[in-house]
């Protein structure tokens, strides 16, 4: 594996987390809820450990959770989707690394939109492709042009993100028509739609891929309870697909890890009906605009935020160092941890912002925005 050039060091999270932990900073680094999860939820893993859920789930996954998603998503979006277009997975991270085993193959090119999550380009180098990293506009939105000027007959997969991480951007309608004209124009193209934040939107609404037709049959999205159901340490979620492309996604998976944590899946169909998104999304709104509001009262100046839990901030006011190190100064002389935005450029481009997450009770963003309002 030496000649493929994956990294081998602890990844930015780990890394500012561990820091984090070392001086006793409010870690808003890491995307991670820290209030105490749905009691409803809680009975429901305690029902299915007392249940006779504990041997090998079916692979493609239990079919009382499939038909739940299946029910979430027709009831949420108004959307027809099959039980055989959905599987079960070991979080959002496995989905997509399966996806790009099962798509890519070695010589292919795969096109990511910086700044991205890290997770999606390790796969694409493990099976022999090439990564086409095209950066979004400097609003954080797709650049159509230069997307459209990267996809050539070699381009297997287009991998998007929306709602966005770090940015917190949410695409319009008018970046769908886009993305059509480019799978219309380009018949190998499959898009990879990593949709995990997909209830967590505030000003502007999110549309899925699947909302499209055109785009339904021509793409993978994926999702995750943990971020859903605010377990991020549950790792499960899952993945929908047509059927073509989730007959080829299955033979990975099936060798992977066959399936997934049988009593987890059992707690989580028997806790789906009762999840609510207009109310999770209304409690982050709420978390959202508080946070922005004591922010207002700081030298950090706060960019949209229309989706996800991360308030994306410029630090230029304040200081003209890299934001790697800015985050590692703030930990250390002002506890608090958040992430460089730099990190996820593969040109590790730097405008003076840091990722905070406000996924985290009242308590927490109080003494984090006390810190922050001191700087
Ligand atoms: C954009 C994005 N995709 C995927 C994941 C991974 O999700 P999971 O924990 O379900 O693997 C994350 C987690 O932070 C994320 O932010």
């Known amino acids: 594996m030496d000649d493929i050039s994956v990294p081998s060091t602890p990844s930015i999270f780990s890394v500012m987390t561990q820091l984090a932990n070392q001086y006793g900073a409010v870690n808003l680094a890491q995307g ?3 209030f105490p999860i749905d009691q409803k939820l809680l009975d429901a893993v305690s029902e299915a450990v007392q249940s006779e859920s504990h041997q090998y789930a079916p692979y493609q996954g239990n079919l009382a959770l499939r038909t739940a998603i299946k029910n979430l998503i027709n009831q949420h979006n108004g959307l027809p989707i099959s039980l055989e277009e959905l599987l079960i997975t070991a979080g959002a991270t496995q989905a997509i690394f399966t996806t790009i085993q099962a798509l890519v193959t070695a010589g292919d090119e795969v096109v990511l939109l910086d700044p991205c999550y890290d997770c999606y380009e390790t796969p694409v180098l493990l099976v022999g492709a090439k990564p086409i990293h095209v950066e979004l506009s400097l609003d954080f939105l797709p650049d159509w042009h230069a997307i459209t000027a990267a996809i050539n007959a070699k381009t297997k997969l287009l991998i998007i993100n929306n709602p966005h991480n770090p940015s917190g951007r949410v695409w319009t309608s008018e970046d769908f028509s886009k993305l059509i004209d480019i799978v219309n124009n380009n018949p190998n193209l499959t898009i990879l739609s990593d949709e995990v934040y997909e209830y967590l939107t505030y000003s502007r609404q999110h ?22 159901l605010q377990v991020t340490g549950w790792k499960i979620g899952y993945l929908s697909a047509p059927t073509n492309l989730m007959q080829r996604i299955l033979r990975v998976h099936q060798y992977l890890v066959f399936s997934v944590n049988s009593v987890m899946q059992d707690a989580i169909s028997k806790f789906l009906p009762l999840f609510n998104p207009s109310l999770f999304r209304t409690e982050y709104q709420e978390r959202m605009m508080f946070f922005r509001e004591g922010l207002s009262k700081s030298r950090f100046i706060c960019l949209p935020c229309e989706g996800t839990y991360f308030q994306t901030v410029d630090y230029s006011q304040i200081s003209t160092q890299n934001d790697v190190d800015f985050c590692k100064w703030l930990i250390k002389e002002h506890g608090v941890a958040a992430i460089p935005v730099s990190v996820f450029y593969e040109s590790n481009k730097d405008f003076h912002y840091i990722r905070l997450c406000f996924a985290k009770d009242q308590k927490t963003l109080t003494k984090a925005l006390e810190r922050l309002c001191k700087i």
């Open 32 to 34: 991670f809820p820290d």
């Open 207 to 228: 549309i899925s891929v699947r909302a499209y037709d055109i785009l339904r049959v021509r793409s993978v999205v994926v999702s995750s309870f943990g971020k859903t």
